[in-house]
Nanobody, 119 residues
Framework: QVQLVESGGGLVQAGGSLRLSCVAS????????MGWYRQAPGKQRELVAF???????NYADSVKGRFTISRDNAKNTVYLQMNSLQPGDTAVYYC?????????????WGQGTQVTVSS
């Protein structure tokens, strides 16, 4: 199993920025891709972005050009830099890891971190 712990959420005004971090522990040698999902109140959970072990990235259309995902394999950490935040980005953000070859990664989940964007 892989354990994931997120940090960096909080309250920010529209137009502001936040950086989420997620540290993996446990069976980290099994991790392939890592990613971020989010779930807003009353809405389904959606994929935000993911990054493969080799550094290839994929983004939801709603965040392209505003969010950047990156990972530091030496630190077992994945980041989500969020710029130009909008109230519609308000959600609980979850870090995920994939232990197989398929994408997006969703084998292991963190506990989530709240991001709130005020207008």
């Amino acid at each position: 199993q892989v354990q994931l712990v997120e940090s960096g959420g909080g309250l920010v005004q529209a137009g502001g920025s936040l950086r989420l971090s997620c540290v993996a522990s446990g069976s980290i040698w099994r991790i392939n891709a890592m990613g971020w999902y989010r779930q807003a109140p009353g809405k389904q959970r959606e994929l935000v972005a993911f990054v493969t072990r080799g550094g290839n990235t994929n983004y939801a259309d709603s965040v392209k050009g505003r969010f950047t995902i990156s990972r530091d394999n030496a630190k077992n950490t994945v980041y989500l830099q969020m710029n130009s935040l909008q109230p519609g980005d308000t959600a609980v953000y979850y870090c995920t890891a994939g232990r197989g070859g398929g994408n997006p990664p969703n084998d292991d989940w963190g506990q989530g971190t709240q991001v709130t964007v005020s207008s």
